[in-house]
């Protein structure tokens, strides 16, 4: 079985079904992996219903990674990090790893955090690794609702740690922190104005904390930004799950502390099971993702809709000039939609 479906022909004319592609999946097959990534991602219709029938075939084999969030502002290191702990995660303790990417803003590179250099050298070329980009266009809930199913690809083939990288500057972290179990924010070391350079939102949906750089001249300084965060953090409201946030220093490029995040990460782990939170927060994502597409999906046809269209600018020129109310306007176009 294993051998036929490896020798399948990656091919347009040869197209799989979705049985095909979920035991080449199981099996291990990457190639077989990338092309049902990329059928999740695709718009054509044929390829979204196969990629429907393929995640619904792969849902009850998934859930078994630890799905983990990786942000801060580019150049904080993240990439470096993602290379060496993926390499320590494989290295020293067995475990399959697939890194996914979220970079919904960047047009200049195609869209694509990893594919702009040549990053993680190591982990691409290491069988326990797969390494995916970003889809190269797409609005950020199109971008999340395929790293989500990506996510379910992934832990069908066997990938127990799930990294997914974000750049943490936006609006996408929110998003991610509802696809993922632990949410690791990346931080320098500044001068002095510690709590400038990401937003605060971010740090406060952070379960841990990591200064990286912390090395050469830059080790002390560290130091004193571990405080400054252990500091800040007591501020925010506390975590429903009981989980406090850790705040601890590596150095992505010396190995230093990577296996410290892990710990932190494991004991985040056997904390949230055995409350009961972990799985609660799934549910709670599940959730999250259903009504969000919902919206999503009822939204793109209330605008599509060429009734509605027509009368939108109509009475959006009313409300401009005050002569109808927004409100009354809003309610009169959805009445259109409904007829
Ligand atoms: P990203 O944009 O967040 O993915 O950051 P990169 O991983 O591309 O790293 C940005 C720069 O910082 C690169 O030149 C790295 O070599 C450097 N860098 C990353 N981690 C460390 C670290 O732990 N220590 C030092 N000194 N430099 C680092």
Known sequence: MKNN???????ARNPLTAKEYFSAIQNGNR???SKAITLVESTNQKHQKIAEELIELCLPHSGNSIRIGVTGVPGVG????????GSYLIEEKNKKVAVLAIDPSSKKSGGSILGDKTRMNNLSIN???FIRPS??????????????ETTILCETAGFDVVL???????????EVKSMVDFFLLLMLAGAGDELQGIKRGIMEIADGIFINKADGENTKKARLAIQEYKNAIHLFPPNLNNWIPKVDSCSAIENKGVDRIWEVIE???NLTISNGSFHENRKKQAKFWLEHTIQ??????????????????ELENDVLEGNLSPFKAAKELVSIFKS
């Open 296 to 313: 999503e999906s009822v939204k793109s046809l209330f605008y599509t809709d060429e009734k509605v269209a027509t009368k939108l600018k």
């Open 135 to 148: 889809p190269s266009s797409g609005t950020l809930g199109g971008v999340a609702k395929t790293t989500r």
């Open 127 to 129: 069988d326990n690794a």
């Open 31 to 33: 190639a077989i992996l």
């Open 267 to 269: 004991s985040f782990k």
């Open 164 to 174: 997914i990288e974000t750049v943490g500057v936006g609006q996408s972290e929110i």
């Open 5 to 11: 479906i490896n020798k399948i022909k990656l091919n």
């Open 78 to 85: 993240k990439s470096t990090l993602i290379e060496s702990f």
